[in-house]
T-cell receptor, first 116, second 112 residues
Framework: QKEVEQDPGPLSVPEGAIVSLNCTYS??????FMWYRQYSRKGPELLMY????GNKEDGRFTAQVDKSSKYISLFIRDSQPSDSATYLC????????????????FGKGTKLSVIP | NAGVTQTPKFQVLKTGQSMTLQCAQD?????MYWYRQDPGMGLRLIYY???????DKGEVPNGYNVSRLNKREFSLRLESAAPSQTSVYFC???????????FGSGTRLTVV
C-alpha cells in the first residue's frame, strides 16, 4: 500500500461547481498536511497548509483533515476556469519525533478542468 | 524576491553526456530538495539537503549526485546521462522539514 493515495482523475466540472479533491494515507504519524496547485508547465505552489485535524478556510478553498480516518480533502467553491490545474496533496510527520522521514510525501496529483 | 531559481529551463543532452542543474534560493531556507516529475509517477525525491553541509539520498538517487555549495545553492549533477533520465526536474526549499516547500519553475531535460 502506498503511503499516500490520490485519485489522478482527470476531473472535469462546469464553472461554478463545488469541487472535492481527496487523499488517503497510511502513516498515522503524519501531522502536517498541505495542498499544492500546479499549472501546466509550472512548478507546484502552496495552496493550503494545516496542522493536525480540523478545517481551514481561505477564500473559496477549504482544507479538511480527518486523522481518525486518515483522510484529507480540499473543497473549491464557485470553481473558475482559472482553477484548472493539477492538485497535489502532501504530508509529513514531525521530523524530530523519530516517527517519520524528514521530507514531505506527495500524492500523485489530481488533474482538474473547470469548463466555462 | 525571486524565491527559487533554476537554470537552465530547457536542455537536450546526448546519451553519456554530463551536465549540472543549478538551483538557488533567496529565502534563507535551511533545507533544499531535488525532485523529478514524470507522467503517472508524480514527484519523486532524488536527493535532499536538510541543512548546509549535509545531503541525503531520496527515493531515486541512482545516476545523480548533488552538492550543497552554500546555504543558498544546491546543484544536481548527471554524470552520464541516460534516456531514462528524461524528465522535468524541480528544485525546492523549505525552512525546515515540516514546513511548506517553495518550488522552482523546473528544468525540462531530454536525453536522446
Amino acid at each position: 500500500q502506498k503511503e499516500v493515495e490520490q485519485d489522478p482523475g482527470p476531473l472535469s466540472v462546469p464553472e461554478g461547481a463545488i469541487v472535492s479533491l481527496n487523499c488517503t494515507y497510511s502513516n498515522s504519524a503524519f501531522q502536517y498536511f498541505m495542498w499544492y496547485r500546479q499549472y501546466s508547465r509550472k512548478g507546484p505552489e502552496l495552496l493550503m497548509y494545516t496542522y493536525s485535524s480540523g478545517n481551514k478556510e481561505d477564500g473559496r478553498f477549504t482544507a479538511q483533515v480527518d486523522k481518525s480516518s486518515k483522510y484529507i480533502s480540499l473543497f473549491i467553491r464557485d470553481s473558475q476556469p482559472s482553477d484548472s490545474a493539477t492538485y497535489l496533496c502532501a504530508m509529513s510527520a514531525d521530523p524530530y519525533s523519530g516517527a517519520g522521514s524528514y521530507q514531505l510525501t506527495f500524492g500523485k496529483g489530481t488533474k482538474l478542468s473547470v469548463i466555462p | 524576491n525571486a524565491g527559487v531559481t533554476q537554470t537552465p529551463k530547457f536542455q537536450v543532452l546526448k546519451t553519456g553526456q554530463s551536465m549540472t542543474l543549478q538551483c538557488a534560493q533567496d529565502m534563507n531556507h535551511n533545507s533544499m530538495y531535488w525532485y523529478r516529475q514524470d507522467p503517472g509517477m508524480g514527484l519523486r525525491l532524488i536527493y535532499y539537503s536538510a541543512s548546509e553541509g549535509t545531503t541525503d539520498k531520496g527515493e531515486v538517487p541512482n545516476g545523480y549526485n548533488v552538492s550543497r555549495l552554500n546555504k543558498r545553492e544546491f546543484s544536481l549533477r548527471l554524470e552520464s546521462a541516460a534516456p531514462s533520465q528524461t524528465s522535468v526536474y524541480f528544485c525546492a526549499s523549505s525552512l525546515g522539514g515540516q514546513d511548506a516547500y517553495t518550488f522552482g519553475s523546473g528544468t525540462r531535460l531530454t536525453v536522446v
